[in-house]
């Protein structure tokens, strides 16, 4: 396998984190950010730095870059009228703008890639419909409509793929799976009855990023037990 630059945006834990592990593993020289986590991996082709998304801080990346992950996001659940017009500006800056931040402050260093790949992420609210999923469904799908701009914008250097998770075993999802009856609740919702884990999703990135998917752009990737298509 070919060694890679990749970067990792938001990637102290969770999913993130999980990523970093994988792609360390597999002998990619990683560049990973940390807002307010302290970093707790440490390996030797890992190199972690503070970023700010709020301060769109510029990015100590290699000249030449060949994957970007942009990882932060919310989950805030309740009803529609509960939020304020700030609450969607928030989220969007968080989910929208901070990509979009990430990706023009690197984006010469993946021109110099012979085949760079960018991967964001969605959830299964945006093609679903769920109550009380109207703040991130609202920022998830511009995700959604970034990805397939882009792809097609930086086309065919450049690839640009979103994964779509449903509910995944993270720090973000802890009010949702804080005690029993809510994980087995949540469980039972899928078919194949059990939520998510980080590894599952940085499982799908890491293939997004490796040549395996390099006739693959402009794709939603659904990768969620199953909730979004079947029904048993």
């Not at 017009?85 to 703008?97: A, E, K, P, R």
């Not at 979009?100 to 085949?115: E, G, R, T």
């Not at 802890?174 to 609740?185: G, I, T």
Request: net charge neutral; with cysteine; aromatic share 6%.
């Amino acid at each position: 396998m070919e060694t890679k630059n990749i970067a990792v945006i938001g990637a102290s834990k969770g999913i993130g984190l999980a990523l970093v592990q994988k792609l360390a593993q597999q002998g990619h020289q990683v560049l990973a950010t940390y807002a307010q986590t302290l970093p707790t991996f440490e390996h030797q082709n890992v190199k972690w730095q503070s970023y700010s998304i709020s301060e769109d801080q510029p990015l100590e990346i290699p000249e030449v870059l060949d994957g970007l992950v942009y990882c932060p996001g919310t989950i805030s659940l309740k009803p529609f009228n509960r939020f304020s017009t700030t609450d969607f500006l928030s989220d969007y800056q968080l989910q929208v703008v901070g990509a979009v931040q990430a990706i023009q402050n690197v984006l010469p260093a993946l021109k110099k890639s012979a085949q760079a790949s960018v991967v964001l992420f969605s959830t299964v609210a945006v093609q679903q419909g769920l109550p009380f999923h109207s703040l991130v469904s609202a920022s998830k799908g511009a995700i959604e409509g970034l990805t397939r701009a882009l792809a097609a914008e930086f086309a065919p250097k450049i690839r640009v793929n979103a994964i779509a998770p449903s509910l995944t075993n993270t720090p973000l999802a802890e009010n949702l799976l804080n005690s029993d009856a809510k994980r087995e609740a949540n469980a039972a919702r899928h078919p194949l009855k059990r939520v998510g884990e980080p590894i599952d999703i940085a499982n799908m990135a890491t293939f997004l990023l490796n040549d395996e998917s390099s006739w693959m752009s402009g794709q939603i990737l659904h990768v969620d037990g199953g909730i979004s298509t079947l029904r048993v």
